[in-house]
């Protein structure tokens, strides 16, 4: 789909191409004959990945303004799903910004709606574990960010989720690094780059990377 396509161009930063990809998205959604609760959910997403564009991009206040839209749309929707999304988002944007208390907040609440959905969403209480875990790191939150990325390790080992689990890897394993928790930290990484092996995730790879080097110092 065309946010499919903005999604990979944001990836790539390309950012033109992808804002491009969501304006031509809209336009089709707005001709597109199709169930007003499906076209209103296609629409959010592609709002929010409008949002995330911008974000990419370093524009800030534009990512919030489209991030309030489309809150307003998951609101709209009455999706909690949705609204996970956009408050995620938010929370996201807030930490980039050093809003860390508000951040938290508006990850805390996110992480709260991710554990009210249906169990064949678990992945997102997963994800939203791992965002509040990063805030609370920032803050110096270590043993409750720690006890967060335990929690995603727990919930994507039961969905074999290797993406997931290399992410929360990372995060376990930066945190226990600035807790001086060097050992464990050393296995945490090791267990991340394993999994970046076989998930070809460049990016995770490169901070995990990145954190081992810091640990050999």
């Known amino acids: 789909t065309?946010?499919?396509?903005?999604?990979?161009?944001?990836?790539?930063?390309?950012?033109?191409?992808?804002?491009?990809?969501?304006?031509?998205?809209?336009?089709?959604?707005?001709?597109?004959?199709?169930?007003?609760?499906?076209?209103?959910?296609?629409?959010?997403?592609?709002?929010?990945?409008?949002?995330?564009?911008?974000?990419?991009?370093?524009?800030?206040?534009?990512?919030?303004?489209?991030?309030k839209h489309a809150a307003q749309l998951a609101d709209a929707s009455n999706s909690d799903f949705l609204r996970v999304q956009a408050q995620s988002l938010e929370g996201l944007i807030l930490l980039s910004e050093r809003k860390l208390i508000a951040a938290t907040n508006r990850l805390r609440r996110a992480l709260r709606l991710a554990r009210t959905l249906s169990?064949?969403?678990?992945?997102?209480?997963?994800?939203?574990?791992?965002?509040?875990?990063?805030?609370?790191?920032?803050?110096?939150?270590?043993h409750e960010a720690e006890t967060l990325f335990a929690g995603a390790i727990r919930i994507d080992t039961e969905l074999k989720d290797r993406d997931g689990l290399a992410f929360d890897y990372r995060n376990l394993g930066i945190t226990q690094l600035r807790a001086g928790s060097l050992a464990d930290a050393d296995a945490s990484l090791h267990k991340a780059l394993e999994l970046n092996a076989t998930i070809g995730n460049r990016f995770n790879d490169l901070q995990t990377r990145l954190a081992l080097a810091e640990l050999a110092l």
Do not use: C, F
């Open 119 to 142: 169990a064949g969403l678990r992945g997102e209480e997963s994800k939203q574990l791992n965002n509040l875990g990063a805030v609370l790191r920032e803050r110096g939150l270590l």
């Open 2 to 67: 065309r946010i499919d396509l903005a999604r990979v161009s944001r990836e790539l930063a390309t950012y033109e191409d992808a804002t491009a990809q969501i304006h031509e998205a809209l336009a089709m959604l707005d001709g597109k004959d199709a169930p007003a609760k499906d076209a209103l959910s296609l629409r959010m997403q592609a709002v929010l990945e409008l949002s995330r564009i911008y974000w990419y991009r370093g524009d800030t206040a534009l990512a919030l303004v489209e991030q």
